[in-house]
């Protein structure tokens, strides 16, 4: 494998890696309709604010989310809206897989 093509599929799977949890797939879903501040987050989560700021650390270094401090809160929003087809795709998979196994089980 040339070095171009290690460096793409390290920066994909670095990508994938962030989204690989469940409360983060909510916050990017979340964030689909607007921007939220870290508080209202944690209030929709229901977890403590250091859990939400990890995760959305996670999200921000991966680049899927963007932040923006405002005075003493901190907004975030999606950095690149069409991670949500990735979504569609995903569960398209589930979908398909679902009606596999129900065909074999008949």
Do not use: N, W
């Amino acid at each position: 494998m040339q070095k171009k093509d290690r460096l793409r599929l390290e920066s994909r799977a670095r990508i994938m890696k962030a989204l690989g949890h469940p409360t983060r797939l909510f916050i990017v879903e979340t964030l689909e309709s607007r921007e939220h501040c870290v508080c209202e987050l944690t209030a929709t989560i229901g977890a403590d604010i250091s859990t939400v700021s990890r995760h959305l650390s996670i999200l921000k270094q991966a680049g899927v989310v963007r932040d923006e401090k405002r005075g003493s809160q901190v907004f975030y929003a999606l950095r690149v809206p069409c991670v949500l087809r990735l979504f569609e795709c995903v569960e398209s998979i589930v979908k398909k897989s679902a009606e596999e196994y129900l065909e074999l089980s008949q």
